[in-house]
């Protein structure tokens, strides 16, 4: 079955940096679009970045850009997110999913999360 | 950027009622690119409805969703006691591409 688990969360300084590593099962790895969700502890769902399959193709939110780099290893099947120059505000769950759908426009699969603590 | 409102915060019904959630645009969203998701506590987000209407992998029939231009609605039938929840809707624009979630409905057992 679909497996995603991220890890790599913690507690960091403003400031400072963090990789996070989700690592997929259970499908095709190389053939689906991904993507990092976050979710601010009590607060809503924020997409964060999109990948696609080859990794050629990457889009960011603005809250983030400029500071985080996704990226993706097909041949281990994992997906990273490098997060610099961390704020308070990044502070959250952060979630990878599988992009579904004709133009990979809905998540079907979501991994239990890793929190990320930004705290002086 | 297009926000979704969705409404009401919080829904208070006993099992076996019927609920009925509701998200609205800020301008016209294709209905394709509209999809709704259950959160529990302490779990991920679980895709219920994409493209406004189909109900994804597994997901029981009580649960339909509906709407199209600005207005779309989610309702669940009859209420069963593991359907309390968050109910997210989210859509997809595409140019440049994006990804946005409504607020968030909480419905609680009343």
């Known amino acids: 079955q679909v497996q995603l688990v991220e890890s790599g969360g913690g507690l960091v300084k403003p400031g400072g940096s963090l990789r996070l590593s989700c690592a997929a099962s259970?499908?095709?790895?190389?053939?689906?679009?991904m993507s990092w969700i976050r979710q601010a502890p009590g607060k809503g769902l924020e997409w964060v970045s999109y990948i696609s399959s080859s990794g050629s193709t990457i889009y960011y939110a603005d809250s983030v850009k400029g500071r985080f780099t996704i990226s993706r290893d097909n041949a281990k099947n994992s997906l990273y997110l490098q997060m610099n120059s961390l704020r308070a505000e990044d502070t959250a769950v952060y979630y990878c999913?599988?992009?579904?759908?004709?133009?990979?426009?809905?998540?079907?699969?979501w991994g239990q999360g890793t929190l990320v603590t930004v705290s002086s | 950027e297009i926000v979704l409102t969705q409404s009401p915060g919080t829904l208070s019904l006993s099992p076996g009622e019927r609920a009925t959630l509701s998200c609205r645009a800020s301008?016209?969203?294709?209905?394709?690119?509209l999809a709704w998701y259950q959160q529990k506590p302490g779990q991920a987000p679980r895709l219920l409805i994409y493209g406004a209407s189909s109900r994804a992998t597994g997901i029981p029939d009580r649960f339909s969703g509906s709407g199209s231009g600005t207005d779309f609605t989610l309702t669940i039938s009859r209420l069963e006691p593991e359907d309390f929840a968050v109910y997210y809707c989210?859509?997809?624009?595409?140019?440049?591409?994006?990804?946005?979630f409504g607020q968030g409905t909480k419905v609680e057992i009343k």
């Open positions: 989210q859509q997809y624009g595409s140019s440049p591409p994006t990804w946005t």
């Open positions: 999913a599988r992009a579904y759908g004709d133009y990979d426009e809905f998540f079907d699969y």
């Open positions: 259970g499908f095709t790895f190389s053939d689906y679009y």
């Open positions: 301008q016209s969203v294709s209905s394709s690119y």
